[in-house]
């Protein structure tokens, strides 16, 4: 059973600070990771993809990649109030274009 | 250029009775996930169509099927409703990369929509 796990939180953050999510998975056969942000009630946004080993920067978010250590991050830089939402970690497995969601963990930036 | 597109916004049904959920992809993409997203709970894959075949499914009943028309658009069917079955239905779609590789799936979801079953 492949599967993406995330802390769920609430992960509360001052305003101005690195948030710092994490999300482990069981397949080493694992090819591209996806972020996503959900705000409540709303559909899934992309913030983020990484495919390679190491580090993808785009602007305050930087994603990284571990496939030996099995884990994905996404840090946040000079986090918002806006920033506040549920980050959802996907993993594309090996044979499958389905993806593998993780529960999601809720980030609190407190102004 | 349009998004995907999903209709109704919200359903509200009673216990034994059938929904029909609609999507549209992005024009160009002809692949389409549909994903269940419970209160509280992640998304749980469903479905996936391309080219109009059913490709894959998640770990769920029979009662749940879909289809997908020539044009990519989808429908999925919720038979013999459940309480249970109270949820946020997300569809995705994306285009599938013949010789990009997998790694270029990137999907794109849908505002959802919400099904209430009383």
């Known amino acids: 059973q492949k599967e993406v796990e995330q802390n769920s939180g609430p992960l509360s953050v001052p305003e101005g600070a690195i948030a710092s999510l994490n999300c482990t998975y069981s397949?080493?056969?694992?090819?591209?990771f996806f972020w996503y942000r959900q705000y409540s009630g709303k559909s899934p946004e992309l913030i983020m993809s990484i495919y390679s080993n190491g580090d993808k920067e785009d602007g305050r978010f930087t994603a990284q990649l571990n496939k030996a250590s099995q884990y994905v991050s996404l840090l946040i830089r000079d986090s918002q109030p806006s920033d506040s939402a549920t980050y959802l970690c996907?993993?594309?497995?090996?044979?499958?274009?389905?993806?593998?969601f993780g529960t999601g963990t809720r980030l609190k930036v407190l102004a | 250029e349009a998004g995907v597109t999903q209709s109704p916004t919200h359903l509200i049904k009673t216990r034994g009775q059938q929904a029909t959920l609609r999507c549209s992809p992005i024009?160009?993409?002809?692949?389409v996930y549909w994903y269940q997203q419970a209160l509280g709970l992640g998304l749980q894959f469903l479905l996936w169509?391309?080219?109009?075949?059913?490709?894959n499914r998640g770990n769920f009943p029979p009662r749940f099927s879909g289809r997908q028309f020539p044009n990519y658009s989808s429908e999925l069917n919720v038979n013999a409703l459940e309480l249970e079955d109270s949820a946020l239905y997300l569809c995705?779609?994306?285009?599938?990369?013949?010789?990009?590789?997998?790694?270029?799936?990137?999907?794109?979801f849908g505002a959802g929509t919400r099904l209430s079953v009383l």
């Open positions: 397949d080493r056969g694992s090819q591209s």
């Open positions: 169509y391309d080219e109009g075949e059913e490709r």
């Open positions: 995705a779609s994306s285009f599938l990369p013949s010789t990009s590789g997998l790694a270029k799936n990137i999907q794109y």
């Open positions: 996907a993993g594309s497995f090996s044979g499958t274009y389905k993806y593998i």
């Open positions: 024009s160009g993409h002809t692949s």
